[in-house]
């Protein structure tokens, strides 16, 4: 069984950073393709980042490239979502999910498995 778990959320100064950590319990990490979504206060979930099981591809939304880099560790388990020059409509809560089949893909349909969140509050 496949569990995902957010950290590192917070409240954080616009300009400031940030680094999420998504942790995965289960096995062959590696397989997973991760992705990081959010969802800003009375809005729909959005796509943020993907990235690949083992190639290191990536993709991005266009709203945060430059300013955001997903990255990940196969043999910790964890993949990471680095946020620099966090701006106020960064603000939402961040959910990481993996997809068995490995698709860096912008949409949640395609995932198989998700984190219940973390907070992300950017203030000025």
């Known amino acids: 069984q496949v569990q995902l778990g957010e950290f590192g959320g917070g409240l954080v100064q616009a300009g400031g950073s940030l680094r999420l950590s998504c942790v995965f319990s289960?096995?062959?990490?590696?397989?997973?393709?991760v992705a990081w979504f959010r969802q800003p206060p009375g809005l729909e979930r959005a796509f943020v980042a993907a990235?690949?099981?083992?190639?290191?591809?990536?993709y991005y939304a266009g709203s945060v490239n430059d300013r955001f880099t997903i990255s990940r560790e196969n043999n910790k388990n964890t993949a990471y979502l680095q946020m620099n020059n966090l701006k106020l409509e960064d603000t939402a809560v961040y959910y990481c999910?993996?997809?068995?089949?490995?698709?860096?893909?912008?949409?949640?349909?395609?995932?198989?498995?998700w984190g219940q969140g973390t907070q992300v509050t950017v203030a000025s």
């Open positions: 999910a993996a997809d068995s089949r490995g698709r860096v893909s912008g949409s949640g349909g395609d995932y198989d498995y």
């Open positions: 289960g096995r062959a990490f590696s397989s997973y393709s």
């Open positions: 990235i690949a099981g083992s190639s290191g591809v990536s």
